[in-house]
């Protein structure tokens, strides 16, 4: 073969790579891309627990990636006009990045969350942290990968007491009437529907004017929201201990966007994540007598602001139980029987 044509064959093996090197160049280019900001949206502000898990994710981010990865926290929901309902659709259209989620939020879209909503499933604590670290949190985790986003923690905002303005409760009876707002999902209408109350359905942001104005008598919330929010002077004089349902936190990025990180950096974000939901998860337990026993300040804090605080016994809690009974029946079908069995073993096995 001649000298000439050696180097003919030479060259278009160089081009040939070269040609190859402009197609995968891009593709590099493309991955390696980052914005100049991530939207992160949660519902609520600071010092809410779930938001100031929000905020610490986001800073960590920041920091840690030196502000290549700049996260800005868009609190209040309103990336989504205030609905906090609409975070996960948002996710999925390109409109929000980075999301710390309610799980009551995100039921609406995804039925299998309202595992947590089940009334008097998971009496405690105990029994929550053993389901999200468990099989069946790694099953839910399965079930949010399929809608396109990336979990990455689990958090938590919180076991949900009742506040109102009118009376006591300690029984079903005394629900009977009562104008009760609750976040989303139908599963709220009808476990209050069962217990005799009128259940009202209400963004958070309506939430703090519509107890002012008396438009709704009570709330469901964790004890250090209520706190937060300085619920106690909106009219809430009455508050029920009951952990009737708790509200997990989900940590998750959109998958288009998780795409385009490195794997240091997803490391970096994963690992934020983490850190922020225990940070989180300590702040919505704090003075509860769950991280201290001796440390029941939070509900120390109810009594010095007037809240007439009931905690119900173990046999008030199995009424409002049996009276709920064909909402945890109804929704367990839609849930996921297997699910919920397997839920159902895991707590009886940390009780």
């Given amino acids: 073969m001649s000298e000439r044509s050696n180097g003919f064959r030479?060259?278009?093996?160089?081009?040939?790579?070269?040609?190859?090197?402009?197609?995968?160049?891009?593709?590099?280019?493309?991955?390696?891309?980052?914005?100049?900001?991530?939207?992160?949206?949660?519902?609520?502000?600071?010092?809410?627990?779930?938001?100031?898990?929000?905020?610490?994710?986001?800073?960590?981010?920041?920091?840690?990636?030196?502000?290549?990865?700049?996260?800005?926290?868009?609190?209040?929901?309103?990336?989504?006009?205030?609905?906090?309902?609409?975070?996960?659709v948002a996710m999925r259209q390109g409109v929000i990045d980075f999301t710390v989620s309610s799980t009551i939020n995100i039921s609406p879209q995804v039925r299998e969350m309202n595992l947590f909503s089940l009334p008097f499933l998971m009496p405690d604590h105990k029994a929550f942290d053993a389901i999200v670290n468990g099989e069946v949190g790694q099953a839910l985790f399965k079930v949010m990968e399929s809608r396109d986003v990336v979990p990455l923690a689990w958090g938590e905002n919180g076991f949900r007491e009742l506040s109102n303005s009118k009376r006591p409760i300690r029984t079903p009876a005394d629900l009977r009437g009562l104008k009760i707002r609750f976040a989303a999902g139908a599963i709220f209408?009808?476990?209050?529907?069962?217990?005799?109350?009128?259940?009202?359905?209400?963004?958070?942001?309506?939430?703090?004017?519509?107890?002012?104005?008396?438009a709704v008598d009570g709330q469901e919330n964790p004890v250090n929201l209520f706190l937060g929010l300085k619920m106690d002077a909106l009219?809430?004089?009455?508050?029920?201990?009951w952990?009737?349902?708790?509200?997990?936190?989900?940590?998750h990025v959109a998958k288009p966007v998780w795409d385009t990180f490195s794997a240091a950096d997803k490391e970096i974000v994963r690992q934020s994540a983490l850190d922020a939901a225990k940070v989180?998860?300590?702040?919505t337990r704090k003075g509860l007598g769950v991280l201290d026993?001796?440390?029941?300040?939070?509900?120390?804090?109810?009594?010095?602001?007037?809240?007439?605080?009931?905690?119900?016994?173990?046999?008030?809690k199995r009424a409002f139980a049996r009276a709920t009974r064909p909402v945890f029946d109804k929704w367990a079908a839609q849930v996921g029987a297997d699910l919920v069995k397997k839920a159902e073993a895991v707590v009886a096995a940390n009780s």
């Avoid at 952990?243 to 940590?251: E, H, I, Q, S, T």
């Avoid at 602001?305 to 119900?312: E, F, I, K, P």
């Fill in 10 to 88: 030479m060259t278009r093996r160089t081009a040939v790579a070269g040609m190859g090197a402009m197609v995968f160049a891009p593709w590099v280019s493309k991955a390696q891309t980052l914005k100049t900001e991530y939207k992160l949206s949660v519902v609520g502000n600071r010092p809410i627990a779930l938001s100031e898990g929000a905020f610490q994710w986001a800073e960590m981010v920041t920091q840690r990636t030196n502000g290549r990865i700049n996260v800005k926290v868009y609190p209040g929901s309103q990336l989504v006009g205030g609905d906090q309902t609409r975070e996960l």
């Fill in 189 to 214: 209408s009808d476990i209050y529907n069962g217990l005799g109350a009128n259940p009202v359905q209400m963004s958070f942001a309506d939430l703090q004017p519509a107890l002012s104005t008396g």
């Fill in 235 to 241: 009219a809430q004089k009455h508050m029920t201990i």
């Fill in 243 to 251: 952990n009737y349902c708790v509200d997990a936190g989900l940590f």
């Fill in 280 to 283: 989180q998860i300590g702040a």
């Fill in 293 to 316: 026993p001796n440390d029941k300040s939070s509900l120390e804090e109810l009594a010095k602001r007037g809240v007439a605080t009931v905690s119900l016994t173990a046999e008030e």
